[in-house]
């Protein structure tokens, strides 16, 4: 679980608003690797602002999974804490229900059986980009 004790939660490691989930995911990919993601703007435009070599298609451990569109247009974003052969996977996030008020939920590590499973968390109005990792 995310310790949001942690500088790099914090002003000035985190550029983005406390409890939105671009700060939870920006924050743990730094807690997790002491490095900084490579990306602007709000959810949705994280994976086109991130360095091509940077950007991937498929899930792995510390990497970002990125979604456009959604209420006004914000996306979203969660990290991929862990995946195993089987294909099931282990992920965290912050303001999944878009209140942008921290939760007892956010940072909490959730699991999925599958890629697909995870795919399905967000409607329609949502798009899957990608994946990005520092």
């Not at 940077?54 to 862990?82: M, T």
Request: proline share 3%; net charge neutral; charged share 25%.
């Amino acid at each position: 679980m995310a310790d949001f004790n942690n500088a790099a939660y914090k002003s000035p490691v985190n550029p983005y608003t406390k409890g939105q989930c671009t700060w939870y995911a920006f924050g743990r990919i730094y807690e997790l690797t002491s490095k900084k993601l490579s990306v602007s703007g709000n959810a949705g435009q994280w994976y086109d602002s991130a360095p091509s070599k940077k950007q991937f298609s498929y899930p792995s451990k510390k990497r970002v999974a990125c979604w456009s569109g959604g209420n006004g247009d914000f996306g979203h974003v969660l990290v991929i804490e862990d995946v195993f052969d089987d294909g099931s996977m282990l992920f965290s996030e912050a303001n999944y229900d878009g209140d942008g008020k921290l939760s007892s939920a956010d940072g909490k590590i959730l699991s999925v059986n599958s890629e697909d499973d995870l795919m399905k968390r967000f409607g329609r109005s949502y798009t899957f980009e990608g994946y990005i990792g520092v």
